[in-house]
């Protein structure tokens, strides 16, 4: 592991060199699942930090990605796949990767290791000791003892409850036949769709002429590891060379239940209770800061538009840090760069290497929450015969489905579907560690299985499995035997799972466009506005609220007047006070300046419940996502609505109309 090269600014540089220190006296020597770690930071790394992993650029400005079967510890236990070149087009990383020593020489070096990031931890989470349980497993399966406990078991704890007291002989799923992957979803939606079975089958009397599927529901249906199946551990990091290519030596996957329960465990990694502030756009997923909140973090909003974060502003906001005033510095951002929930916006890629660089010099942590990452959309075309069109085309780019997934073109694939409107992820820039990645199977398979994966290092995916186990425990084996199932070459294999991706991908963005068309033909634009947004599931529609002849902008009282107006939690439709503890209300007049606020709240409270009783539509009022500076007024930046295209054409179409007579009569009676 490399150390930080980068001079830390004087006035966080105590904070980070004691959190330094403290880790390096807590850190011993552990027995971790079986496997030693040193009490430096730099070998805690399992595995090897370099085998086998090469990342070329070459002269077309794209990253080769050469990877090994043998990665990290973790990762090597897969035996599905062999060695591969996978070769992605990607000239915004190519700046990074060039700019790197270790990747930019040729030919093949090594891929750079990750920066020691260990400081960022939490004193807690450094402490966490692995589960001493677990590490026995390990040492009674590798020494073959005899366990008092009886029983079998493929993971190796023999104290766990007999396989043949499961009460499940054979689970069969039902899922659309690799051929029918062709772009386009409607036969699987119409049940035209050709199909096949996965067979999950448990070994044992009584079972002999069963249909084998890949995972022994022995297996299934017994603890396991931490960090989930090895296959589909090696499946996900096979997804991710293919998506994000690979640019540390040590990239790890930590298999998780969603993006929630991800968000959550790196909150638990990087916050320091009721110390640390994370930065993060300025509407941004409730849910994720409820989960910070409760974690003891401080938010504090970077300004955003309608293509994400401002890099100027996080730059900003990071160099004139008060520490005095405002707490430590942040090292954390939360981000949600990519179909933005609420606002919908895809950063363009030179914010992504902006505010990555940014992040570089302040050494900030980038927690990318990215669930709608595999639906970024082509820009917004009003023109339907054009559309067709060019939709057509976009179908006839990708390969030709083959007859088995073993013969599928990986490569091909992924070029057409990480091109297609496509920016790059933070993680395919990442050549310090820096980034946690956090995916989910919520928006292109289904929430209820309660499955992603968290990319990082290795160093951050180890503490997280401590985490794990504490909490999660396993990620539901279940889920993850149907997962891996999909993904295996018996069925889609890895590429058909992109196809599919890809499929559903073309089907939002037709109901992104279908949302726009209701929204032009039934809303007029001098009363709601929008840009269309870049992928995800929501538009976020902005009225004209200054328009309303109620509308009211009144200077602030001044500093010594300012007084905080209390949060009322019982009366409607003050609705996003009780996500929003930070709402303030008022802000202050700043010294020497003028400063208004706005009666915007209000009157947005007053139209989003006029949409329900009157219209009977329902929206998302800013106000459950606005991130406010503590002391500044932002009730003008609330004159919005996020509203989804993820419903079917009928309701989206009745819903805008209701919506459109809604605001017109609400302004009209004014
Ligand atoms: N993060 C964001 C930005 C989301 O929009 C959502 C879902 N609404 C989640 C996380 C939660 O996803 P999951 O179902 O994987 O927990």
Not at 37 to 61: K, L, Y
Not at 646 to 667: C, P, S
Request: glycine content about 8%; hydrophobic content about 35%; overall charge negative.
């Amino acid at each position: 592991m490399r150390s930080h090269p980068h001079a830390i600014p004087t006035s966080d540089a105590s904070s980070c060199q004691q959190r330094r220190a403290e880790w390096r006296a807590i850190a011993p020597t552990q027995l971790l699942s079986g496997v030693i770690f040193q009490a430096r930071a730099r070998s805690f790394i399992p595995g090897s930090a370099t085998e086998g992993n090469n990342c070329i650029v070459d002269s077309d400005a794209r990253l080769t990605f050469q990877r090994s079967a043998s990665g990290p510890e973790h990762n090597k236990q897969s035996t599905l796949y062999n060695t591969r070149t996978t070769r992605i087009a990607d000239p915004s990383s190519s700046r990074q990767a060039q700019s790197h020593p270790a990747s930019a020489m040729s030919p093949a070096p090594a891929l750079p290791e990750s920066l020691d990031l260990a400081h960022h931890l939490t004193k807690r989470i450094r402490a966490a000791q692995p589960s001493a349980m677990k590490a026995m497993g390990k040492t009674l399966m590798e020494k073959k003892l005899l366990s008092l406990a009886g029983g079998e078991s493929k993971s190796g704890s023999d104290w766990m409850p007999h396989p043949s007291l499961f009460p499940m002989q054979h689970a069969t799923f039902t899922m659309p036949s690799l051929s029918s992957l062709d772009g386009d979803v409607e036969s699987w939606q119409t049940g035209e769709a050709p199909t096949e079975l996965i067979h999950l089958k448990k070994t044992g009397p009584g079972t002999e002429n069963d249909e084998e599927g890949i995972l022994d529901l022995n297996q299934v249906l017994q603890y396991g590891l931490s960090n989930g199946f090895p296959q589909f551990v090696s499946q996900l990091t096979e997804l991710n060379e293919l998506v994000h290519g690979k640019t540390i030596a040590d990239a790890s996957v930590y298999v998780s239940c969603g993006n929630t329960d991800g968000v959550s465990k790196v909150f638990q990694l990087f916050v320091e209770p009721d110390v640390d502030t994370v930065l993060t756009e300025e509407y941004t997923f409730g849910s994720s800061l409820n989960s910070g909140r409760s974690r003891g973090a401080k938010f504090y909003p970077i300004k955003t538009d309608s293509s994400g974060m401002i890099p100027s502003d996080l730059e900003a906001v990071l160099s004139g840090w008060d520490e005095g005033a405002r707490g430590r510095k942040p090292h954390l951002m939360y981000t949600i760069p990519c179909g933005q929930n609420p606002t919908g916006s895809v950063m363009p890629s030179e914010r992504y290497d902006e505010i990555y660089a940014i992040c570089q010099k302040h050494d900030v942590i980038i927690m990318e929450d990215d669930p709608y990452f595999a639906l970024q959309f082509a820009p917004y075309e009003p023109d339907l015969e054009v559309r067709e069109r060019n939709l057509a085309e976009a179908r006839a780019k990708m390969p030709p489905v083959p007859s088995s997934a073993a013969q599928d073109d990986a490569l091909g694939v992924a070029k057409v579907f990480n091109e297609y409107a496509g920016v790059r992820s933070y993680l395919s820039r990442d050549v310090d560690g820096r980034v946690v990645r956090i995916d989910t199977f919520s928006k292109v398979f289904g929430p209820g299985m309660r499955m992603g994966w968290v990319s990082c290092n290795s160093v951050f995916m180890e503490r997280l499995m401590r985490i794990g186990e504490t909490s999660t425990q396993v990620p539901s084996n279940l889920g993850q035997a149907v997962l891996a199932s999909y993904l295996s070459d018996d069925h889609w294999g890895i590429t058909g799972f992109i196809r599919w991706q890809w499929a559903v991908r073309l089907e939002y963005q037709a109901k992104r466009d279908f949302l726009l068309d209701c929204l032009a033909k039934y809303v007029p634009d001098e009363l709601v506005t929008t840009t269309p947004c870049g992928g995800g599931m929501f538009q976020f529609l902005e009225v004209a609220i200054a328009n309303h002849p109620r509308f009211a902008r009144t200077p602030l009282p001044s500093e010594t007047d300012a007084v905080a107006v209390p949060l009322d939690l019982t009366s409607e439709p003050r609705l996003g006070a009780e996500t929003n503890p930070e709402v303030p209300g008022l802000g202050k007049k700043s010294a020497g300046g003028v400063e208004y606020t706005t009666n915007t709240g209000e009157l947005m409270d007053e139209l989003w419940k006029y949409c329900i009783e009157e219209g009977g539509v329902l929206l998302m009022p800013a106000k459950l996502f606005q991130v406010v500076k503590p002391g500044v007024d932002q009730t003008h930046r609330l004159n919005f609505f996020r509203a989804t295209f993820a419903g079917d054409k009928d309701t989206i179409e009745k819903a805008m109309q209701a919506f459109g007579k809604a605001v017109q009569d609400w302004f009209n009676k004014g």
